[in-house]
Each structure stands twice: as structure tokens, then as C-alpha cells.
């Protein structure tokens, strides 16, 4: 998350009651412009180099792709 061109948060933690009560995940907050200015860049050269899937598309992908994505979800789960 980058804030204001000022200020950086990285890391695993999501903003929801879990991440912060229940989950073992970390942030690292840093209020420096020079680190925000090239995460900015870092991610404006991901953008650059992504390619947007609308939710039609998404629902059309080959069943195999569906098949695997279901067998790693339920593998995870197990891990």
C-alpha cells in the first residue's frame, strides 16, 4: 500500500480482523517518499506488463485450468 506518495506498508497482512488478531503476518511501515516513489514505479512497470481478464472471460477459461486450481485449493488446505 502506498499512501499520500509518502508513505509505504508491505507485507502479508491483509486489513480485515483476521490478519490482525488471529493470523501470524507481518508489515513493514515505512513514512519515506523515496521508498514510495519506487514501489510507485515497481508497480507501474507491473501494470505495464499485465493484461486485464474480464469475469466472462474468467468463467470461459478450459476446464483442466479449473480442475488443477481446485486440486491446489484443496491440497493447501491440507498442508
Do not use: Y
Not at 10 to 33: T, Y
Not at 53 to 61: G, S, T
Amino acid at each position: 500500500m502506498i499512501v499520500e506518495e509518502l508513505g509505504v506498508s508491505v507485507g502479508s497482512a491483509n486489513f480485515d480482523n483476521c490478519s490482525f488478531s488471529l493470523n501470524d503476518e507481518v508489515n513493514l511501515n515505512s513514512i519515506h517518499a523515496e521508498l514510495a516513489r519506487h514501489q510507485i514505479e515497481w508497480f507501474k512497470r507491473g501494470i505495464a506488463c499485465s493484461k486485464e481478464i474480464k469475469l466472462d472471460e474468467w468463467a470461459r477459461r478450459p476446464w483442466h485450468e479449473k480442475l488443477r486450481e481446485h486440486t491446489v485449493n484443496w491440497l493447501h488446505a491440507q498442508l
